[in-house]
Antibody
Framework: EVQLVESGGGLVQPGGSLRLSCAASGFTFSSYWMTWVRQAPGKGLEWVANIKQDGSENYYVNSVKGRFTISRDNAKNSLYLQMNSLRAEDTAVYYC????????WGKGTTVTVSS | DIVMTQSPDSLAVSLGERATINCKSSRSVLYRSNNKNYLAWYQQKPGQPPKLLISWASTRESGVPDRFSGSGSETDFTLTISSLQAEDVAVYFCQQYYSTPPLTFGGGTKVEIK
């Protein structure tokens, strides 16, 4: 079964850090661009970052540049999002997804930034 | 950045009737060298992640009922549900993947039963 499972979300204070993980199974992870998309409570979808199959290219939405880092480990079939200097506006459900467009999505992990 | 604008924000349609959602991009998403529109449609039901319905503006994903269809080109696109079913109640998003970064989504259209 094709599956993406996110983990690592939680409650963090403004200025803090979190590392999200996404475990992939059921498909050839190393063949796909991978993407992080977030959804603030009651809001729409916002693309956050993506990374090429071999990790040689990555791109970010302007609002997270310099604070978030996307990475992957193809040997472990895993995608990561290191989030530093977190702000209240980063509060959202974070989804990992395959490709562009995104055909497979995880169920998401919730990040809450609050004091 | 390419801005995606959806309309309406919400619509209520009777069961069995047609639902039409519009999506307009601020720039063309048609790549002329392969004549493909880099436009996707997603469905998101409450408490669930989005589901890819249509890619390349009009290509239904495997398993998507044929009552869902996509049309349009360059800057103007439409998602049509030909005969609304109860299970189609959801929020629908368009997304351009022509120009990255960033890949941009429309604001969403909520479809409800009248």
């Amino acid at each position: 079964e094709v599956q993406l499972v996110e983990s690592g979300g939680g409650l963090v204070q403004p200025g803090g850090s979190l590392r999200l993980s996404c475990a992939a199974s059921g498909f050839t992870f190393s063949s796909y661009w991978m993407t992080w998309v977030r959804q603030a409570p009651g809001k729409g979808l916002e693309w956050v970052a993506n990374i090429k199959q071999d990790g040689s290219e990555n791109y970010y939405v302007n609002s997270v540049k310099g604070r978030f880092t996307i990475s992957r480990d193809n040997a472990k079939n895993s995608l990561y999002l290191q989030m530093n200097s977190l702000r209240a506006e980063d509060t959202a459900v974070y989804y990992c997804a395959t490709g562009n467009p995104s055909g497979v999505w995880g169920k998401g992990t919730t990040v809450t930034v609050s004091s | 950045d390419i801005v995606m604008t959806q309309s309406p924000d919400s619509l209520a349609v009777s069961l069995g009737e047609r639902a039409t959602i519009n999506c307009k991009s601020s720039r063309s998403v048609l790549y002329r060298s392969n004549n493909k529109n880099y436009l996707a449609w997603y469905q998101q039901k409450p408490g669930q992640p989005p589901k890819l319905l249509i890619s390349w503006a009009s290509t239904r994903e495997s398993g998507v009922p044929d009552r869902f269809s996509g049309s349009g080109s360059e800057t103007d696109f439409t998602l049509t549900i030909s005969s609304l079913q109860a299970e189609d109640v959801a929020v629908y998003f368009c997304q351009q993947y022509y120009s990255t970064p960033p890949l941009t989504f429309g604001g969403g259209t909520k479809v409800e039963i009248k």
